[in-house]
């Protein structure tokens, strides 16, 4: 079982940024994969970006050149970097991990994006 604390949402302005953390505290192994999903009101859930155990990432055509996410010095832990927040970045973020094929998800983490 991998359980994920997240954190680092709020409200923020146009334009501004915020950094999402999460970790999974007492994995003892190593996680293949973790990344960022969103779903905003009234849409389904999407992916934001992902990156693998070797540092390989992707990222949801919308974010390119805005998001960043990397892998923290603490093992499984990860961040994701969010800047130049635009309104349609509205929603709660969730956290994913990856261990022995079985996906595993945080509470989720609720960014608004308004003036």
């Known amino acids: 079982q991998v359980q994920l604390v997240e954190s680092g949402g709020g409200l923020v302005q146009p334009g501004g940024s915020l950094r999402l953390s999460c970790a999974a505290p007492g994995s003892i192994f190593s996680i293949t994969v973790m990344g960022w999903y969103r779903r905003a009101s009234g849409k389904e859930r999407e992916l934001v970006a992902i990156?693998?155990?070797?540092?390989?990432?992707h990222y949801a055509d919308s974010v390119k050149g805005r998001f960043t996410i990397s892998r923290g010095n603490v093992k499984n832990t990860v961040y994701l970097q969010m800047n130049n927040l635009k309104s349609e970045d509205t929603a709660v973020y969730y956290c994913?991990?990856?261990?022995?094929?079985?996906?595993?998800w945080g509470k989720g983490t609720l960014v608004t994006v308004s003036s």
């Open positions: 990156i693998t155990k070797t540092e390989s990432t």
């Open positions: 994913n991990a990856v261990l022995r094929g079985t996906d595993y």
